[in-house]
């Protein structure tokens, strides 16, 4: 839907007091609109937040959450109602990965620097509820903006990106040891300048021109949404203050005076005719391809040329499935299952190894609670059973399309 504003009373005076250096203030309608670019781990957000609010005495305040991101940050059990058994059911194994990769690096960031992250947003929410003044979650649905990211990206970004995640444990050890030695890593200032408009601007470019699929769902489309959910709320008011990341704010600006069609931006893209089409074919022109040069060969039996893809397809996703972790139960269930699976476009290998495997670790609502605190170490990851059901998920399917290219090459070998 485009969003209508309509006409306001006309604004109060502006505060008398100074607004910090990170408040960029727009007019809509009559409306006086305070944006506050925040680092979501960054103290002095925290207290910006607090002093605009505490200034400007605000009809409404807008914070760049959904309700998702709003529970998770007012409740302890964000974790709790984690199915493990329907997202490894559903494929989604990888997906989730990445999430709680995400999460868990911005953790280390914020545990590094003393500020939970989102810290400035709950300072928002609870200083307006202080004075009885009503919020407005205005980002969009986490879970829509994480699937059309995702959509957009192929197999080899999604394993690029979570290797890239997953390899962070690793810097901020190290960066740890630079900070014994004397060296700078990241601090309170680093965070702080990377607010500035021109370090902003420099960032979000080498996003753009690096990972285009990642920056246009999760800036860009967000810029947009944020926008015209702030205007929304402002529609009869005088004074809205809006939290948002200060990385939000140049797009927002951008966006301000244009006609945003949300529902566009909330649905999630369906899987295209042609990769349909081509999900089907591969496999059903693979078997034909198996047959008719089995019968034109003189020297290679149907057996042997079967036996030639089958065997590293199951090996493959067993030995990986192994590495990852997996029970004898699981590492079975991937040798058996991964041929079926190589072929057959809608059984991936990561669902039946990861139900399997879910089945015997019996991951509990404890696990799924501990999950925020576990997800901050290579250890913690490793030792959860969510988190390692996940891995094995993944890994299987991996190992399956590793094995099965290999086969692909050694039936070419025997033609």
Not at 130 to 141: A, H, I, M, Q, S
Not at 325 to 346: E, R, T
Not at 364 to 372: G, H, K, T
Request: aromatic share 6%.
């Amino acid at each position: 839907m485009t969003d209508d504003v309509a006409s306001s009373p006309e604004p109060q005076a502006a505060p008398a007091t100074a607004l910090p250096d990170s408040v960029t203030t727009l007019e809509r309608d009559g409306t006086t609109f305070y944006l506050i670019g925040t680092a979501h781990v960054s103290q002095r957000s925290v207290d910006d937040v607090k002093q605009v609010i505490d200034s400007v005495k605000p009809d409404v305040v807008c914070v760049e959450l959904d309700q998702t991101r709003h529970d998770a940050l007012t409740k302890d059990s964000a974790f709790r109602d984690l199915d493990v058994f329907k997202v490894v059911r559903e494929g989604r194994g990888l997906y989730l990965l990445a999430h709680l990769a995400l999460a868990s690096y911005q953790r280390r960031i914020g545990n590094s620097l003393g500020v939970k992250p989102g810290a400035e947003l709950l300072a928002a929410c609870n200083a307006s509820r202080k004075r009885g003044v009503p919020v407005e979650l205005v980002d969009r649905d986490i879970n829509i903006t994480l699937k059309r990211t995702w959509k957009n990206l192929g197999l080899w970004k999604r394993s690029m990106l979570m290797s890239s995640l997953i390899v962070g444990w690793e810097d901020d050890k190290d960066d740890d040891d630079e900070d014994d030695d004397g060296k700078e890593g990241v601090t309170a200032e680093t965070v702080e300048q990377l607010k500035e408009p021109k370090a902003l601007s420099e960032m979000l470019t080498e996003l753009g021109r690096a990972v285009p699929q990642i920056k246009g769902p999760l800036i860009d489309e967000r810029d947009q949404y944020l926008a015209s959910k702030v205007r929304e709320a402002g529609a009869g008011k005088q004074r809205v203050v809006a939290v948002v990341g200060a990385a939000h704010v140049p797009g927002m600006i951008e966006q301000w005076d244009k006609p945003i069609d949300r529902a566009a931006l909330e649905r999630i893209p369906a899987p295209s005719l042609l990769w349909q089409i081509v999900k089907w074919t591969v496999p059903i022109l693979f078997l034909a391809a198996l047959v008719f040069f089995w019968q034109r060969s003189d020297t290679t039996s149907f057996t042997e040329m079967m036996l030639a893809w089958i065997l590293p397809t199951s090996i493959g996703a067993s030995v990986l499935t192994l590495v990852a972790g997996g029970s004898i139960f699981s590492v079975l269930s991937a040798f058996v299952v991964a041929p079926i699976a190589a072929i057959h476009p809608l059984l991936g290998t990561g669902m039946v190894v990861g139900v399997v495997e879910a089945w015997r670790r019996k991951p509990s609502v404890v696990d799924c609670e501990q999950l925020p605190d576990d997800i901050q170490s290579m250890r913690g990851f490793w030792k959860n059973p969510v988190t390692r059901i996940l891995l094995i998920a993944v890994a299987s399917g991996i190992g399956t399309a590793v094995g099965f290219w290999v086969g692909v090459g050694w039936v070419a070998s025997l033609l």
